[in-house]
Structure formats: structure tokens, C-alpha cells
């Protein structure tokens, strides 16, 4: 897949998630995810207005919010329609099956209801999947496996990632891709959506563990598909849709690069 379109690879997929995204990138020409990692609805729904042209795909921590209501999701799925992206919250989940379902379906924030995409640790063991898949497959939901991790002396290496590889493959109508720094299978006949985070054009790291590398050292180099930016994009004294458009334009330049070499 590595020097295939965006749009050739949505027959790959029978999930609908992984369609859908892989259809919005070829048509919107942009690889980039927002990480909107704000804490204030206002602020939320004000770099989500502003960054909406930009990207394929708004990644969310809805539980950072101090104070979340349905009326933050109902604004947030008017600007999925508005500008045409996808949502993916980033929920990291970690527990037993059982546990997950809920963690998924229930609670405050019933993520399946409203995210497209969300994420898990391969950590419990298969489970883990079943138990999201459960709940979020029949609603044309998708998975992404942490395969690896972008912070410094991450454990997720080695034999860990290749289990995360493993499993995704028993699991192919709802896992779709990984969390990892570079594509982890290089093998035409499989196919998974690999979306890294990490990407700064500006720093190389934060005070707590963060390492960032380029859009184009991600894409180019390393075979990933999608860049995911946080405090690139709003990070102090920074106007948002200048420093999207910026990441955008690194990111789908670094796919283009990728295509012709
Ligand atoms: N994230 C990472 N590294 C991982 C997995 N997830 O940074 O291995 C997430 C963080 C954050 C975003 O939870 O939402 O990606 C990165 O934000 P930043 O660009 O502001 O560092």
C-alpha cells in the first residue's frame, strides 16, 4: 500500500470507518488529524470550527472536558457534517472485554454513539477487541490497536508491537489500522491505516516524555498514513488555521513524494 492512492486502498476495506476515511482523505487531499486536546467546550468548538477545512479527522479526549454536555456532542457532529471529517476519540481503552463494552457504549459520554474511530491497547489480549467490537461493529465503527508509542522508554516494542500486528489480524472487519511511528507491515496483500502522533515541525519534544518528529520524516521516510498534531496547531501564540494549513500542506507534499518515488 505503500505506493498506492488513498482512494485505491478504500477496496481493502470492508469496514465502514476505514471506506469512509480512506474515500474523505482522496477526495479533501489532507492526512492530517487534529489531537484537540483543549479543556473549555468554547475553545473545543472554536479550533474545531477553525481547523475543520484542514483535516481528515478530529481526534478527541472527551473526558478532558470540564464541562462536557450533549450539546458539545450535538455541535461537534454539526461540524463533522459542516466541514467534512471524521472523529476519533482517543480513548485508549485497556480493561477486560466486559469492561470495555461499557466503557464504550455507557457512561457519561457513550463514545460509540458519536466517534467513528476509537482505540485500544493490545495489552489485555483479544478480549479487549471482541468486547468493543461487540457493540461497535454493527454501527460501521472502527479500531485502532497502540502498537507502539511515541513517548520516551514506551514499552510497546519489539515483541509487543508484533503481537499488536497479530491480533489486528484476527480481527479485520473491525480493527483497521494502528497507532504506531511507521508502517509496520509491508506485505500488499493486507492492508491497515497506520496514523501517527508525535508530529511537531517546531519541537522535538515537551517536558513530560513527548518526542516529535516531521510530517515529512512520518509519511515520507517512515510509511505511516495519517500525521496527528496537537500543540503544533494551537499551541501559544498561534493562529490555528495558518499553522493547519501548514501541517496539511507537509503531510499530503510528504504523500505526494511517496507516490513518485
Ligand atoms: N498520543 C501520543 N502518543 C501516542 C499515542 N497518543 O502523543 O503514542 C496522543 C496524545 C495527544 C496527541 O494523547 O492527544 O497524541 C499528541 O499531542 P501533541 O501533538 O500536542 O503532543
Not at 482522496?26 to 468554547?42: F, I, M, P, Q, W
Not at 491505516?193 to 513530560?208: E, F, H, R
Given at each position: 500500500s505503500i505506493s498506492k492512492k488513498y482512494g485505491e486502498r478504500v477496496e481493502n476495506f470492508s469496514n465502514k470507518a476505514a471506506r469512509e476515511l480512506l474515500s474523505l482523505i482522496?477526495?479533501?487531499?489532507?492526512?492530517?488529524?487534529?489531537?484537540?486536546?483543549?479543556?473549555?467546550?468554547?475553545e473545543f468548538l472554536e479550533i474545531a470550527d477553525k481547523v475543520g477545512p484542514y483535516i481528515c479527522l478530529l481526534k478527541t479526549h472527551i473526558d478532558i472536558l470540564v464541562d462536557f454536555d450533549q450539546d458539545l456532542i450535538d455541535q461537534l457532529k454539526e461540524l463533522r457534517a459542516k466541514h467534512d471529517f471524521l472523529i476519533f476519540e482517543d480513548r485508549k481503552f485497556a480493561d477486560i472485554g466486559n469492561t470495555v463494552k461499557y466503557q464504550y457504549s455507557k457512561g457519561i459520554y457513550?463514545?460509540?454513539?458519536?466517534?467513528?474511530?476509537?482505540?485500544?491497547?493490545?495489552?489485555?489480549?483479544?478480549?479487549?477487541?471482541?468486547?468493543?467490537?461487540?457493540?461497535?461493529?454493527?454501527l460501521g465503527r472502527g479500531l485502532l490497536l497502540l502498537a507502539e508509542m511515541s513517548s520516551k522508554g514506551s514499552l510497546a516494542t519489539g515483541a509487543y508491537t508484533e503481537a499488536a500486528i497479530e491480533m489486528a489480524r484476527r480481527h479485520k472487519d473491525f480493527v483497521i489500522g494502528f497507532i504506531a511511528g511507521r508502517k509496520l507491515i509491508c506485505n500488499d496483500d493486507e492492508d491497515f491505516?497506520?496514523?501517527?502522533?508525535?508530529?511537531?515541525?517546531?519541537?522535538?519534544?515537551?517536558?513530560?516524555g513527548q518526542q516529535y518528529k516531521t510530517p515529512r520524516s512520518v509519511i515520507f521516510e517512515n510509511g505511516s498514513d495519517i500525521i496527528i498534531v496537537g500543540r503544533g496547531?494551537?499551541?501559544?501564540?498561534?493562529?490555528?488555521?495558518t499553522e493547519a494549513q501548514r501541517y496539511r500542506d507537509a503531510g499530503w507534499n510528504a504523500y505526494l513524494e511517496r507516490l513518485t518515488n
Open positions: 482522496e477526495r479533501k487531499k489532507t492526512n492530517l488529524s487534529l489531537a484537540l486536546d483543549v479543556t473549555t467546550k468554547r457513550k463514545i460509540v454513539e458519536w466517534a467513528d474511530i476509537t482505540n485500544a491497547h493490545p495489552l489485555p489480549g483479544d478480549g479487549i477487541v471482541s468486547g468493543l467490537k461487540e457493540v461497535g461493529l454493527s491505516i497506520v496514523m501517527s502522533p508525535g508530529v511537531g515541525l517546531d519541537a522535538s519534544k515537551d517536558g513530560l496547531i494551537y499551541g501559544k501564540d498561534k493562529d490555528v488555521a
